[in-house]
């Protein structure tokens, strides 16, 4: 096998303005003088309540000190088929702390300043009287849009799929995430423990900051909080606050390992650290001490020892190191690519109380690069917490994408792996329907993450009275998915590796782990000789994971994280069981629900390391500046590509693919803030398009480029063959990593010469005080070519045409 062909070509950059269309809008259904009359008694009362509560508020601050800004909240309008318009709102002084959607219907929850009330009486009394130059009521869009306002519909706040709390004198556990947009940090907080205190609100340790949100966890009642609100008007977002869920498995090895001290290792020239984020590790054991970093064993508090009680963590450990033991221990020579960290974020004892794991993650992190610097290093981390958001930001997920795509303030970029989360034990048994409703875990639900499933690896079983429950290569038993998540959500997992399968009794209805049906691992009891432990479910498959990367990234140790993504997908492709329930892939749909149960599938470690003449993966890192500096869409790339035509054309009409993976890290603006631009979750988006067999380059950029066409009047816009990608140009563009498939012929594909990469928006070209609409943006892109054919020489003909072609000249005359 040989090497990937890492492409440096020249950027073709042209300026870029997306294309647009869809049908005009027709008559407008809503009556004006009914809609305006609703709407007028909608904020009269919205008025009359605020002012009612503000009696309440200046009694506890004292007259004078109340908040200088207001909470209200606009209803969608259900006669209107387009979402709320409330983009004119900004010009005057307002804007959305949270969208939410209660019962089906939207909701905006917006600040306004106090004089606000006045100008919404204004934009309202001008939407009755006045009218646009084209005849239509003046503010049509917005107050049209809406059906209602309130003043203190706190449950409008309320983001969980958990019903709202009844008893609203109940304490509770919360995550509040609070508007930091006008108000130094350290005054706000000072402010808000202040107020919580006086209203005997209990502020657990931990911040986490965003961009203009911190997040803080409380112990409070709704009523309190209803209290804190009217005084503080900074709530924007409350949730539940999830303990951890880590699960462990008791079960012995049947026998004593002779192997333990006959093992041979050869270590590869670079070892990649593999930091596991768990509970602490058993360093000392006779088959890990050797590749542990004792330099690189940190604690979340300084009384903790950095041993591990329960087993989870060395678990893993023996797994990312080794892989799978029952193959591993049958191995002469061991080839080991990883060092082993620890970064202990839970206890030893005690249940796991509600805590900001964003900030104890961000914190542990931190430790570990200050302990012992790397150029890279895989964070693996296989506890979870319930998601009860159906895949939306949380501030944990919004944490992990932070510490992935960097900062200003901190622009290292690192890989991480998460484990999906379980099913909870007593649903494994309605299998698989179980495992559709039940969403994948937080922080699996990071962006940037690659989020780990795991499939039925494992069905030899002994035990008398169980039969498997899932066939071999089936998904997971208590792997969960993201099948219930919205449909604009990242597509998670994006792989699932080993993880074992669960036995059934029938008569019982009984579900149980059983030893034979899971992989091997170490023990963290193995000064009682038991070196060995039994390990399953996505927690084995996080670990399999970190023992894949490892291998994968010391074979190539200067390609970024991003790319070592992009190549662990890439390499993915279904297990057949798991193909099997969605076949045939006819419809998109069923396409979308495979990848919500299994994201691209099982990861082939040989097609990540190397590339052959059947199979070629051109690799290609590269940056992009997203917007101009007064905010707007700026230039696409074009990549013109050493293509073997040639090669090719020697089998005609035989069915060939490709493949082109996009991968880059956004950085996070959590907070559930809709769909305008300005609040969007990441900082920037990219796409990728290929141009249609016998479609010229300037046909091609005519289709795609609104911008370049209007320049360009000579150029057709071609016709697009989305028809034969996999996903097509919808469903592929989800989340920040973008994988589909081209099939056809080798003769269409030998004229597939072009490729382009283009920005869509995203927060960054919002923020002009800043200047980060300026910020480039790095990606990786990876394409490649699988043929049947055996005598062919792909491969060779697109390494002697790079060394021919060292500069590719413009295709297109700008």
Same mark, same amino acid.
């Given at each position: 096998?040989?090497?990937?062909?890492?492409?440096?070509?020249?950027?073709? =950059?042209?300026?870029?303005?997306?294309?647009?269309?869809?049908?005009?809008?027709?008559?407008?259904?809503?009556?004006?003088?009914a809609?305006?009359?609703?709407?007028?008694?909608?904020?009269?009362?919205?008025?009359?309540?605020?002012?009612?509560r503000?009696?309440?508020?200046?009694?506890?601050?004292?007259?004078?000190?109340?908040?200088?800004?207001?909470?209200?909240?606009?209803?969608?309008?259900?006669?209107i088929?387009?979402r709320?318009?409330?983009?004119?709102?900004?010009?005057?002084?307002?804007?959305?702390?949270?969208?939410?959607?209660?019962?089906g219907?939207?909701?905006?929850?917006?600040?306004?300043?106090?004089? !606000?009330?006045?100008?919404?009486?204004?934009?309202?009394?001008?939407? $009755?009287?006045?009218n646009?130059?084209?005849?239509?009521?003046k503010?049509?869009?917005?107050?049209?849009?809406?059906?209602?306002?309130?003043?203190?519909?706190?449950?409008?706040?309320?983001?969980?799929?958990?019903?709202?709390?009844?008893?609203?004198?109940?304490?509770?556990?919360?995550?509040?995430?609070?508007?930091?947009?006008?108000?130094?940090?350290?005054?706000?907080?000072?402010?808000?423990?202040?107020?919580?205190?006086?209203?005997?609100?209990?502020?657990?340790?931990?911040?986490?900051?965003?961009?203009?949100?911190?997040?803080k966890?409380?112990?409070?009642?709704?009523?309190?909080?209803?209290?804190?609100?009217?005084m503080?008007?900074?709530?924007?977002?409350?949730?539940?606050?999830?303990?951890?869920?880590?699960?462990?498995?008791?079960?012995?090895?049947?026998?004593?390992?002779?192997?333990?001290?006959?093992?041979?290792?050869?270590?590869?020239?670079?070892?990649?650290?593999?930091?596991?984020?768990?509970?602490?590790?058993?360093?000392?054991?006779?088959?890990?001490?050797?590749?542990?970093?004792?330099?690189?064993?940190?604690?979340?508090?300084?009384?903790?020892?950095?041993?591990?009680?329960?087993?989870?963590?060395t678990?893993?450990?023996?797994?990312?190191?080794?892989?799978?033991?029952?193959?591993?221990?049958?191995?002469?020579?061991?080839?080991?690519? !990883?060092?082993?960290? *620890?970064?202990?974020?839970?206890?030893?004892?005690?249940?796991?109380?509600?805590?900001?794991?964003?900030?104890?993650?961000?914190?542990a992190?931190?430790n570990?690069?200050?302990?012992?610097?790397?150029?890279?290093?895989?964070?693996?981390?296989?506890?979870?917490?319930?998601?009860?958001?159906?895949?939306?930001?949380?501030?944990?997920?919004? $944490?992990?994408?932070?510490?992935?795509?960097?900062?200003?303030?901190?622009?290292?970029?690192?890989?991480?792996?998460?484990?999906?989360?379980?099913?909870?034990?007593?649903?494994?048994?309605?299998?698989?329907?179980?495992?559709?409703?039940?969403?994948?875990?937080?922080?699996?639900?990071?962006?940037?993450?690659?989020?780990?499933?795991?499939?039925?690896?494992?069905?030899?079983i002994?035990?008398?009275?169980?039969?498997v429950?899932?066939? =071999?290569?089936?998904?997971?038993?208590?792997?969960?998915?993201?099948?219930?998540?919205?449909?604009?959500?990242?597509?998670?997992?994006?792989?699932?590796?080993? !993880?074992?399968?669960?036995?059934?009794?029938?008569?019982?209805?009984?579900?149980?782990?059983?030893?034979?049906?899971?992989?091997l691992?170490?023990?963290?009891?193995?000064?009682?000789?038991?070196?060995?432990?039994?390990?399953?479910?996505?927690?084995?498959?996080?670990?399999?994971?970190?023992?894949?990367?490892?291998?994968?990234?010391?074979?190539?140790?200067?390609?970024?994280?991003?790319?070592?993504?992009?190549?662990?997908?890439?390499?993915?492709?279904?297990?057949?069981?798991?193909?099997?329930?969605?076949?045939?892939?006819?419809?998109?749909?069923?396409?979308?629900?495979?990848?919500?149960?299994?994201?691209?599938?099982?990861?082939?470690?040989?097609?990540?390391?190397?590339?052959?003449d059947?199979?070629?993966?051109?690799?290609?890192?590269?940056?992009?500046?997203?917007?101009?500096?007064?905010g707007?869409?700026?230039?696409?790339?074009?990549?013109?590509?050493?293509?073997?035509?040639?090669?090719?054309?020697?089998?005609?009409?035989?069915d060939?693919?490709?493949?082109?993976?996009?991968?880059?890290?956004?950085?996070?603006?959590?907070?559930?803030?809709?769909?305008?631009?300005?609040?969007?979750? !990441?900082?920037?988006?990219?796409?990728?398009?290929? @141009? *249609?067999?016998?479609?010229?380059?300037?046909?091609?950029?005519?289709?795609?480029?609104?911008?370049?066409?209007?320049?360009?009047?000579?150029?057709?816009?071609?016709?697009?063959?989305?028809?034969?990608? =996999?996903?097509?140009?919808?469903?592929?563009?989800?989340? *920040?990593?973008?994988?589909?498939?081209?099939?056809?012929?080798?003769?269409?594909?030998?004229?597939?010469?072009?490729?382009?990469?283009?920005?869509? *928006?995203?927060?960054?070209?919002?923020?002009?005080k800043?200047?980060?609409?300026?910020?480039?943006?790095?990606?990786?892109?990876?394409?490649?070519?699988?043929?049947?054919? @055996?005598?062919?020489?792909?491969?060779?003909?697109?390494?002697?045409?790079?060394?021919?072609?060292?500069?590719?000249?413009?295709?297109?005359?700008?």
């Amino acid at each position: 096998m040989k090497a990937h062909i890492k492409i440096d070509l020249p950027q073709q =950059l042209i300026d870029y303005k997306p294309v647009t269309g869809g049908p005009k809008k027709g008559k407008s259904p809503v009556n004006r003088n009914a809609h305006f009359a609703k709407v007028r008694h909608s904020l009269e009362s919205a008025i009359n309540i605020y002012n009612e509560r503000k009696k309440t508020v200046e009694m506890l601050l004292g007259k004078g000190n109340e908040p200088q800004k207001v909470v209200i909240t606009f209803q969608e309008n259900p006669e209107i088929k387009e979402r709320m318009v409330l983009k004119s709102l900004d010009a005057n002084g307002m804007k959305i702390m949270s969208v939410n959607t209660i019962d089906g219907m939207t909701m905006a929850n917006v600040s306004v300043p106090v004089d !606000g009330f006045s100008k919404l009486e204004k934009i309202l009394q001008e939407y $009755a009287t006045e009218n646009t130059k084209k005849g239509n009521p003046k503010n049509q869009p917005f107050i049209e849009s809406i059906s209602n306002i309130e003043y203190g519909n706190f449950r409008a706040l309320w983001f969980s799929q958990d019903k709202f709390p009844d008893d609203i004198y109940k304490i509770h556990d919360l995550e509040l995430w609070l508007d930091s947009s006008d108000i130094e940090l350290e005054i706000l907080l000072n402010k808000f423990e202040q107020l919580c205190g006086q209203l005997g609100i209990t502020v657990k340790q931990g911040t986490l900051s965003f961009k203009d949100r911190v997040v803080k966890i409380v112990c409070a009642s709704m009523h309190q909080l209803m209290l804190l609100q009217q005084m503080t008007e900074i709530i924007s977002e409350v949730r539940p606050s999830k303990a951890v869920s880590v699960d462990f498995l008791d079960l012995k090895p049947a026998e004593a390992f002779q192997w333990v001290n006959g093992m041979t290792y050869r270590k590869l020239n670079t070892l990649i650290p593999i930091c596991i984020l768990d509970t602490g590790i058993n360093s000392q054991h006779p088959l890990l001490n050797t590749f542990v970093n004792q330099n690189a064993l940190v604690v979340a508090e300084p009384q903790w020892a950095n041993s591990d009680l329960k087993g989870h963590g060395t678990g893993i450990a023996g797994l990312a190191l080794f892989g799978d033991l029952k193959f591993a221990i049958q191995s002469k020579e061991l080839p080991i690519s !990883g060092v082993i960290e *620890s970064a202990k974020i839970l206890p030893d004892t005690g249940v796991n109380e509600p805590q900001l794991y964003g900030a104890i993650t961000t914190d542990a992190i931190y430790n570990i690069e200050a302990k012992q610097p790397s150029e890279r290093r895989i964070f693996t981390m296989a506890v979870s917490s319930p998601n009860t958001l159906r895949g939306m930001p949380t501030s944990w997920s919004a $944490a992990i994408d932070r510490l992935a795509a960097g900062s200003p303030d901190d622009p290292e970029k690192r890989l991480f792996i998460l484990s999906a989360g379980n099913l909870p034990p007593n649903l494994i048994s309605d299998y698989p329907d179980a495992n559709i409703t039940y969403s994948i875990e937080d922080p699996a639900n990071s962006y940037n993450a690659l989020t780990v499933g795991y499939w039925a690896s494992e069905a030899n079983i002994v035990t008398s009275g169980y039969n498997v429950i899932a066939e =071999l290569t089936d998904l997971g038993p208590s792997s969960t998915t993201s099948r219930i998540w919205k449909n604009n959500s990242p597509y998670k997992p994006d792989v699932v590796f080993e !993880g074992g399968n669960f036995g059934y009794d029938p008569h019982l209805n009984f579900t149980a782990n059983l030893e034979e049906l899971s992989l091997l691992t170490l023990s963290h009891e193995f000064a009682n000789g038991e070196y060995f432990s039994s390990f399953s479910e996505t927690s084995a498959a996080t670990g399999m994971a970190a023992f894949f990367i490892s291998k994968l990234w010391s074979q190539y140790p200067n390609y970024w994280p991003e790319t070592i993504r992009a190549l662990v997908v890439h390499s993915a492709s279904w297990p057949s069981k798991i193909l099997e329930r969605h076949t045939p892939l006819r419809t998109k749909q069923n396409v979308e629900s495979l990848l919500r149960i299994s994201g691209y599938g099982f990861p082939n470690l040989a097609k990540a390391i190397s590339s052959g003449d059947q199979s070629v993966n051109l690799i290609v890192e590269d940056s992009i500046q997203p917007y101009t500096v007064d905010g707007k869409l700026n230039k696409m790339i074009l990549y013109s590509l050493p293509w073997p035509s040639s090669e090719l054309e020697k089998i005609g009409g035989e069915d060939v693919k490709l493949r082109v993976t996009l991968s880059y890290f956004v950085e996070p603006n959590p907070g559930e803030r809709g769909w305008d631009n300005k609040y969007k979750y !990441g900082s920037f988006g990219l796409r990728f398009d290929f @141009n *249609s067999p016998g479609e010229e380059s300037g046909e091609f950029v005519s289709r795609i480029n609104k911008k370049f066409k209007e320049d360009n009047q000579e150029f057709d816009a071609g016709e697009s063959d989305s028809s034969q990608w =996999l996903l097509g140009p919808t469903l592929r563009n989800r989340g *920040s990593i973008h994988s589909d498939t081209w099939s056809g012929t080798a003769l269409e594909l030998a004229d597939k010469k072009f490729i382009a990469i283009y920005p869509v *928006s995203g927060w960054w070209k919002e923020l002009k005080k800043e200047n980060r609409q300026s910020s480039i943006a790095r990606f990786s892109l990876i394409i490649s070519i699988e043929t049947k054919e @055996n005598n062919l020489e792909v491969h060779n003909e697109i390494s002697q045409l790079l060394r021919i072609d060292t500069e590719i000249e413009n295709v297109i005359e700008i």
